[in-house]
């Protein structure tokens, strides 16, 4: 849709949103209740929105926080997450069956089988065989705009297919229509996770290929939902698949996906009772909806798969003195990070969530002005240091790229801000050459702890242009802990290895450790079974809308 028909939405959702009272808080409270039935019960279409536009739905490339929402509900995967549950943090990181009935895994690590539900099909009704899932794993390693084939790099034979070397990727094998084996080349715990990604979702080559090729607005789904229609930058409607393997669910009949809705305007809409779930609620809005005893049962929040900081480079002065590093730690306010981000944030120690399996439990680093100096003046520098530091044009970055200064300069370190626009960050910190220190994040690709240490903190990960491991921390003994816990075929002692990382980083302070996003979510009291999910962020599986006999919302 052209930028003048965006505003123009706008424009008209903020209008309708004050004429329906949206403004009006002397409500105090929602103004819809739940029927008061027991057990789900199915019909109702729900919507909910995004301040941003569903820029793909093709499962191969969508990658962004929106994409991925609205494509795992699209698309079903060979395993899956179990659902989110208020309370407990580690729900919705714990693998379960998905078309997969059942999975095995060699003795030696490097085999994984797969068993298919027998009867499992498309949205239109054809079967899905274990060929479509070979099909969807080369299709992504064929295309050098999917961000995900590097998951796929340790198949054997992927790095052959995807140079054009050879024409097959004799790690991917069809045991039989129902049975598909992935072979690696070495074992890989963490390989499973990468099998709950839309990326390896199934598809049929003839329906690709019918597409042009082109899946970004066309769907052929194997998940709860269906695509109905797709008015770009607008909405986005979604109805239940009749053929979904699980006939129980979902219980909706629909969801509709509001797109380009700003904050302050979805807000409105859902005071005014036209959306069902608000998610990523403003900070004023946040706090305003906490203090209403008539909203509090119907917000939930969790931290999210994520982690917010400050790295260093370790190799140049004075970041190559850990003393420096863990003297910048304690000088850091954490508590003053969370209550500018109006609660909506849990203060870190490492890189690992709560939640996570490998997370040691640490304290995050105290505010310890006084340590700080002492540490400083051992590494040399007892008077602090000049420093630059680097950030991106972000409100919430900038706010706290401004506490961080205010916080080093208790401690005689003067930090002056440079902000410059995303392509230009990446760049420099990407290099060892480029900014030594600067605002950092990370969020998973799935939730294992492999997902966050290999990518940031192996020494593999450090390139000659371009580095996700930009504090180009290289230590053997962590590089042996991480490759021995993707390999260890025993859980526990994955995450007791994982555990020993956690703790090293923690005492190496690679980053000055920031903080855990939290993820908000307001619902109307008639949404049901519905918590925000740490991977799929919105799970409609198990949600059901509490309405009368006749299917309608019932008036506080």
């Not at 899905?128 to 995900?148: E, F, H, N, Q, T």
């Not at 480079?313 to 970041?319: D, I, K, L, R």
Request: aromatic fraction near 10%; hydrophobic fraction near 45%; charged fraction near 25%.
């Amino acid at each position: 849709m052209p930028m003048g028909d965006r505003c123009a939405f706008r424009v008209v959702a903020l209008a309708v949103a004050i004429a329906l009272g949206g403004c009006d808080r002397d409500s105090r409270g929602p103004r819809y209740r739940g029927a008061g039935n027991a057990t789900p019960r199915s019909g109702g279409t729900l919507t909910c929105s995004t301040s941003v536009a569903v820029p793909t739905l093709d499962p191969a490339i969508a990658y962004d926080e929106v994409g991925v929402m609205v494509v795992a509900n699209l698309y079903e995967t060979l395993l899956d997450y179990d659902a989110a549950v208020p309370g407990d943090p580690t729900s919705g990181t714990r693998l379960v069956p998905g078309l997969a009935e059942r999975w095995t895994v060699s003795a030696d690590g490097r085999s994984y089988r797969f068993e298919l539900r027998a009867g499992a099909r498309y949205a239109d009704g054809r079967a899905i065989v274990a060929g479509d899932l070979a099909y969807a794993l080369r299709r992504v390693l064929k295309m050098p705009d999917s961000p995900y084939g590097r998951l796929l790099s340790g198949i054997t034979g992927a790095g052959a297919f995807a140079a054009g070397e050879r024409d097959d990727v004799p790690g991917l094998e069809i045991a039989d229509e129902r049975t598909f084996v992935v072979h690696l080349d070495a074992a890989d715990a963490a390989f499973a996770y990468a099998m709950a990604m839309p990326f390896s979702a199934p598809l049929r080559e003839d329906f690709v290929v019918a597409s042009g090729g082109d899946l970004r607005r066309t769907v052929l789904a194997s998940g709860p939902l269906r695509l109905d229609r797709w008015d770009e930058g607008q909405r986005l409607v979604l109805a239940r698949n009749p053929h979904y393997w699980d006939p129980a669910r979902p219980f909706l009949d629909g969801v509709t996906v509001l797109e380009n809705l700003p904050e302050n305007t979805a807000f409105l809409l859902f005071e005014a009772g036209r959306l069902d779930l608000l998610d990523h609620v403003a900070a004023p809005d946040w706090i305003w909806l906490s203090e209403q005893a008539a909203w509090r049962p119907f917000l939930d929040t969790r931290a999210q798969m994520s982690v917010f900081g400050s790295r260093m480079n370790v190799t140049v002065p004075p970041f190559d003195d850990a003393r420096v590093r863990r003297a910048l730690n304690l000088a850091v306010n954490r508590d003053h990070i969370v209550k500018l981000l109006a609660g909506r944030a849990v203060p870190a120690h490492g890189m690992l969530p709560p939640g996570l399996a490998g997370r040691a439990e640490l304290p995050p680093y105290p505010h310890d002005p006084a340590g700080a100096r002492v540490l400083l003046a051992e590494a040399g520098y007892p008077d602090g240091f000049a420093v630059d530091y680097v950030t991106v044009p972000n409100d919430d970055a900038n706010k706290l790229a401004q506490s961080l200064q205010a916080d080093l300069a208790a401690v005689g370190v003067r930090m002056s801000i440079r902000v410059l626009s995303w392509p230009a960050f990446l760049d420099t910190v990407g290099r060892k050459d480029g900014a030594p220190f600067s605002m950092t994040s990370w969020i998973m690709d799935y939730p294992h702890a492999a997902s966050f240490f290999d990518p940031r903190f192996h020494s593999r990960a450090i390139g000659d242009a371009s580095s996700s491991n930009d504090s180009f921390y290289a230590v053997p003994e962590v590089d042996r802990l991480l490759d021995d816990a993707r390999g260890a075929p025993d859980p526990a002692a994955a995450v007791a290895l994982y555990q020993q990382v956690d703790r090293r980083l923690h005492d190496d302070a690679p980053w000055i450790w920031g903080y855990h996003a939290v993820m908000t979510e307001a619902m109307q009291p008639y949404v049901k079974g519905f918590a925000p999910h740490p991977v799929w962020v919105r799970d409609f599986r198990d949600v059901w809308l509490d309405l009368d006999g006749r299917g309608r919302r019932v008036p506080r």
